[in-house]
């Protein structure tokens, strides 16, 4: 596959200045035992690349030369998983280690197709075999757990040092082989503000049409990597710079090309939104902010329903059917995640109009039964969150939103915790609150087997 491979240089821990107190107690684990039981163990990927940034990775990933049974062997809590490469998860409670054998190079035993995407490739091989199948140079760092040195074969440590994202070998080879990398090229632009190499970014022109062919399953998954990775915005700048937005999404990129302002005004709220949540360790629903990349989507597939004289509430509906159809197809989204996007959507309305001409201070005993149904719905305060997105940005008035937070008050503007809502059941006769008990927000631990 490559041709001439160039020796490593080998940086010495004194010069690369990490050290073990930087690696999670899990990876040190997994790391000693398998190099107590005479395998090769190296970190590998982003976690090296962020520690040489002075960055707190969030994961960390280990090769080795030991096979996927081997290492299950020395690990009770360890499964092997995938098809196209086996890998095991060591799982530590709410976190994992990935640990991947070291793959081959040896082309006639890959399944390709055609094209040159590799099917399947469960070929090991040795170190040296191992890093020309990794995509970014800058992700092909390996650091020895033996002796604390790092192994550099393809100039990554410059590439940290410069800012530079660099497809290892030649850019449209290693695209055809999967075109997922275009995508992965865009995330790690927005995550680490580093720059394309030209012949990098010059092949994303030529073979961007191959994502058409990509399993819509995984392109979800890769979705969800990139706009939940805490750097969403800029992700989808990114995106659309290369032109690969229309992959993903293709009626919002389309309304993009003709009225990118008004398209994208509420797109970055919520990505912003979202990237604010993810700094502050907050969970974040991926229905959420579907929602909002959907929202333009949704809106003008609704139009000739209404002009077809349609009953609005039932135009809507049939534009969540449509514009729903037309994604999942590019998209996978799963159904626990539609449903609860459409529930945003329709919610929409319904609280516009439940809050016109409604005043201020208005006690919630006094409020209509429809205004009390909505403030019980289960899903009232995500709908009322993109109610207040959508004042903020002019598409409806702000009074609205005011009227509503009344009795479902703003998240915490230090924690980003939801304030408790106030739901009829909690008021008794004379408007008092009624004491609940109090319950405790649990934060969740980092997102498990994310790519980095």
């Known amino acids: 596959m490559f041709q001439d491979k160039p020796l490593p240089v080998v940086i010495s821990a004194d010069i690369h200045g990490i050290v073990p107190s930087q690696i999670s107690d899990q990876a040190i684990n997994v790391l000693q035992r ?5 395998y090769a163990a190296y970190l590998v990927g982003g976690c090296v690349r962020d520690l040489l940034r002075g960055l707190r990775p969030k994961d960390f990933d280990v090769v080795t030369d030991a096979k996927p049974e081997q ?67 800058c992700n092909a760092l390996y650091y020895n757990f033996a002796n604390a040195e790092i192994v550099d074969y393809v100039r990554g440590w410059q590439d940290v040092e410069t800012g530079h994202l660099r497809v290892i070998g030649d850019p449209a080879t290693r695209y055809r082989e999967d075109p997922v990398r275009m995508l992965r090229a865009a995330r790690f632009m927005a995550k680490l503000g580093f720059t394309l190499t030209a012949e ?6 030529e073979c961007r049409p191959l994502l058409k062919d990509i399993a819509s399953a995984r392109l979800f998954d890769e979705s969800i990597k990139i706009f939940q990775g805490g750097y969403a915005w800029a992700a989808f700048l990114q995106l659309r710079e290369l032109n690969l937005l229309g992959f993903l999404f293709a009626g919002l990129d389309d309304l993009l090309n003709r009225d990118y302002d008004r398209v994208a005004a509420l797109i970055e709220k919520i990505l912003k939104a979202t990237d604010e949540r993810i700094a502050l360790q907050l969970p974040v629903n991926p229905a959420f902010l579907l929602a909002g990349l959907l929202w333009a989507d949704l809106s003008r597939r609704r139009e000739p329903w209404l002009h077809q004289r349609v009953a609005a509430d039932t135009a809507l509906e049939l534009a969540c059917d449509e514009v729903l159809e037309a994604t999942v197809r590019q998209v996978a989204i799963p159904r626990r995640l539609t449903e609860l996007m459409r529930v945003i959507w329709v919610l929409q309305p319904a609280l516009e109009r439940e809050a016109s001409g409604m005043a201020l201070g208005v006690p919630l005993n006094d409020l209509t039964d429809a205004q009390k149904h909505l403030l019980a719905h289960a899903w009232f305060r995500a709908g009322l969150d993109f109610l207040c997105l959508r004042g ?26 939801a304030v408790p809502t106030h739901l009829p059941e909690d008021f008794g006769k004379h408007g008092q609150i009624a004491r609940r008990p109090r319950q405790r927000n649990r934060r969740p631990n980092r997102s498990r087997g994310a790519a980095n």
């Open 34 to 38: 398998l190099h107590d039981s005479g």
């Open 71 to 137: 290492v299950r062997a020395l690990f009770r809590n360890a499964r092997i998983i995938g098809r196209r490469f086996r890998i095991v998860h060591v799982i530590f409670g709410h976190d994992l280690i990935e640990v991947t054998t070291f793959r081959g190079g040896d082309d006639d035993a890959l399944r390709r197709t055609d094209e040159g995407r590799i099917l399947r490739d469960n070929v090991f091989g040795t170190l040296d075999e191992d890093v020309w199948r990794r995509d970014f140079a």
């Open 200 to 205: 990098t970014a010059a092949a994303i022109h």
């Open 392 to 417: 903020e940005i002019g598409e409806i008035s702000p009074a609205a939103c005011a009227f509503w937070r009344q009795y479902a008050p703003a998240r915490d503007k230090d924690t980003g915790e």
